[in-house]
């Protein structure tokens, strides 16, 4: 019987800091962690553990001048990390263990076919913004810088596929 499992983890974090009257400081944390079995291999030996993980952190300083003047001054950053793994498993003469396929068995032998291929996500941020009020009317103004990160890597069937219709021919 083949496995189906989840392994999850999460978490929040929270810092709210009064300075003074006009500062006041707000940070938060959360993660989410998990951990998934891939079947997507045959047999068993090829089974591996599919890792997912993100991250948020952000703080933020907010600032009265005025009661009609309010600075808001904010820094981001996000973390998503996914990973297919395969299985350090050698086939003969090769560097890893491909994908062998035998038809007239209905066999496929070998790692998630899929597999390995990850992506990392990294965002940053920066933000600021103004808002004035003067009556009626509220004037708000500020700009924001993000940075995105994100090296991946997906080649599919990169260990190679091998297949024979028939056995004898293997």
Do not use: M
């Not at 400081?25 to 962690?33: A, D, K, S």
């Not at 973390?79 to 038809?103: C, H, M």
Request: charged share 15%.
């Amino acid at each position: 019987i083949t496995p189906a499992y989840q392994n999850s983890e999460a978490g929040v974090g929270a810092l709210d800091y009064t300075i003074s009257d006009k500062d006041n400081v707000r940070g938060r944390f959360i993660l989410n962690r998990n951990g998934i079995i891939d079947t997507s291999g045959y047999p068993a030996q090829f089974y591996a553990n599919e890792l997912q993980n993100s991250y948020v952190v952000t703080a933020a300083e907010y600032h009265d001048f005025t009661p009609s003047l309010v600075n808001e001054f904010r820094l981001g950053y996000n973390r998503f990390n996914q990973n297919f793994p395969v299985p350090a498993l050698k086939f003969s003469g090769l560097d890893a263990f491909p994908n062998v396929a035998i038809n007239e068995l209905g066999v496929n032998i070998g790692p998630d076919p899929n597999a390995p291929q990850y992506t990392i996500q990294n965002t940053y941020q920066l933000t600021d913004s103004v808002s004035y009020t003067v009556r009626r009317h509220t004037l708000r103004f500020g700009f924001e810088v993000t940075n995105w990160i994100s090296p991946q890597f997906f080649t599919q069937r990169s260990r190679g596929d091998y297949e024979w219709n028939y056995l004898s021919d293997y």
